[in-house]
């Protein structure tokens, strides 16, 4: 299994960017696929997770309404994007997968088994 993160970068408050992650080595359409990122200093948080089995997003109370993940499964990819951008949003974000139980996918970080290498964000104010 590898996951494969990108799209990180130096952006001001306010901007975007769009962060994508790359799936090899598995059946990507049958694993949820969420987002989490970690800040200096802090736990690892749950951003966002999209299911395997239909599809449907979960979002963090903190980036509900900014953030939209989306799937691929015909390119075994899932994108971030990342708008109205805050400091506090400041992190390495990384994708992992997790092996679907229920419909619903989980945005605990224990749930998750397979991990990319993280790509850095940064939101200047």
């Known amino acids: 299994v590898q996951l494969q993160a990108s799209g990180g970068g130096l952006v001001q408050s306010g901007g975007s960017l769009r962060l994508s992650c790359a799936a090899s080595g598995f059946t990507f359409r049958d694993y949820n696929i969420g987002w989490f990122r970690q800040a200096p200093g802090k736990e690892r948080e749950g951003v966002s997770c999209?299911?395997?089995?239909?599809?449907?997003?979960y979002y963090a109370a903190s980036v509900r309404g900014r953030f939209t993940i989306s799937r691929d499964n015909v390119a075994s990819t899932v994108t971030l994007q990342m708008n109205s951008l805050k400091p506090e949003d400041t992190a390495v974000y990384y994708c992992?997968?997790?092996?679907?139980?229920?419909?619903?996918?989980?945005?605990?970080?224990?749930?998750?088994?397979?991990w990319g290498q993280g790509t850095l964000v940064t939101v200047s104010s």
């Open positions: 999209i299911s395997s089995s239909d599809g449907i997003a």
């Open positions: 992992a997968t997790d092996t679907p139980v229920g419909l619903r996918c989980p945005l605990h970080s224990d749930e998750y088994d397979y």
